[in-house]
């Protein structure tokens, strides 16, 4: 039980440096090592407004492997789909996506 | 702004089958032992326009091995698996059903972390077998999708049901569960938690907990899960560094530093896919990304329990690979 405990604070400590460490970096004027940061403020800024295909593909696409730098055009529709279900993405998402990467 | 379909214009993405996949290839040394695990694991992907999906994984992996452990000629053989084989109806952004064999959406490792070229360190979580038997992979449907999508967080779910099957490469146990996670898109930290139930013989609960994170200022990349069952429950915590946001010379920023602790402990003697004594393991690793689909990897670890302790080395490649299988064909 104890050792679970200890993993736990662990974890929850981790987190939350992380997410203070994030929160700061958000303060600051962008620079290019920030710019993923800040476009990820900025479309959280403006709520009412659309995400953009780069920011959908920012946000999701290093979660779980290396981004893809390029994909065949022609094969963009076909994985796009793939990465949907796996990542259970919406509709918009994928729509988003596929004008960012296949424009 | 609600999880919606929005209309098909304004891409020129094209819709033509793909088979991608990876091969890669794996020095093992494992408390002496020495196992070349050479590796295809190609994946078939056939749309029926932008609705429907058919997909497909089928791995080949060698185990050779010295005749006598520690000497003498390799041998071994080629093994042949098939991973998954379904048809996805992509119906709208709250609903994908599936039907065919699937990977068993339990925890993250399996559906996410388990191909070779995804994983920071070949060898899978000491409590890898909790809310995957008997094959990792269930026989029947599953529904998934997005339940809400926000500015701030998208929650997404899945739920399935599976026969017991022992056909020939479509192996599956009478099971039933379900995923849920939330992912908060500011922080980009996912939580989620899985729970299957176990139908057949002596039916079980399982039930796992992860948390994915990839902090928007730093290059790194946590992974960790919790996973229970009646016999053991453990647990796994990975961290990935990147150097590519580091002001060094250009080729040592295809460097990446990962470490991964894990701690596994028995319950009623262990049993069904998982050790009969507590284990504990560090592995600490380096991968170089020639390219984003190319790279060398390299693991060492330690493993501690009351049976032995081990030192285990992992050196080799993996390789991710696209082939569209005909030229252009708009939907």
Not at chain 2, 222 to 251: C, H, M, V
Not at chain 2, 301 to 319: K, L
Request: aromatic fraction near 12%.
């Amino acid at each position: 039980m104890k050792r679970y405990l200890t993993f736990l604070s662990l974890l929850v400590l981790l987190l939350l440096g992380g997410m203070g460490a994030s929160a700061l970096q958000q303060d600051q004027p962008s620079t290019p090592s920030s710019q993923k940061a800040s476009s990820t403020a900025s479309a959280s800024a403006s709520h009412a407004t659309q995400l953009t295909g780069e920011q959908v593909f920012q946000a999701n696409c290093s979660r779980c492997h290396t981004p893809p730098m390029s994909i065949p055009q022609r094969a963009t529709g076909t994985i796009i789909m793939h990465m949907r279900v796996r990542a259970r993405l919406s509709r918009q998402d994928e729509q988003l996506l596929l004008k960012y990467m296949a424009p | 702004m609600n999880a919606q379909d929005a209309d098909d214009s304004g891409n020129h993405a094209g819709y033509v089958p793909v088979v991608t996949g990876a091969v890669g290839y794996v020095h093992n040394v494992n408390a002496g032992v020495t196992t070349l695990e050479p590796q295809i694991n190609p994946v078939l992907l056939v749309p029926f326009g932008s609705h429907l999906l058919l997909e497909s994984r089928t791995e080949f992996t060698g185990f050779f091995q010295r005749e006598n452990q520690t000497t003498g000629p390799f041998t071994g053989k080629v093994f042949k698996s098939v991973d998954y084989a379904q048809l996805d109806w992509l119906a709208n952004s709250h609903l994908i059903a599936t039907v065919g064999k699937y990977s068993l959406p339990f925890g993250i490792y399996s559906e996410r972390l388990e191909p070779i070229w995804i994983k920071n360190i070949q060898d899978a979580p000491i409590d890898v077998n909790i809310g995957l038997r008997t094959s990792g992979a269930g026989d029947g449907f599953m529904l998934r999708g997005v339940a809400t999508e926000q500015p701030g967080y998208t929650v997404q779910y899945s739920a399935y049901f599976s026969a017991r099957s022992n056909i020939n490469q479509l192996q599956a146990a009478r099971t039933a569960g379900g995923d849920a996670s939330i992912y908060l898109t500011h922080p980009r930290l996912e939580l989620g938690g899985s729970y299957q139930r176990f139908l057949q013989d002596r039916q079980i609960n399982n039930a796992s907990a992860y948390v994915s994170w990839q902090p928007p200022s730093i290059p790194l990349d946590l992974k960790a899960q919790y996973d229970y069952t009646r016999t053991g429950n453990g647990y796994w915590l990975e961290t990935a560094y990147n150097f590519d946001k580091l002001q060094i010379p250009s080729l040592l920023r295809r460097f990446q530093t990962v470490g991964r602790m894990q701690q596994f402990f028995a319950l009623n003697g262990g049993g069904n896919g998982v050790p009969a004594i507590n284990t504990q393991r560090f592995d600490f690793g380096l991968n170089y990304y020639i390219h984003d689909d190319f790279r060398v990897i390299s693991s060492y670890g330690r493993s501690f329990s009351a049976q032995q302790d081990a030192n285990i080395w992992n050196v080799g490649f993996t390789y991710r690979f696209v082939m569209p299988l005909w030229p252009e064909r708009k939907k």
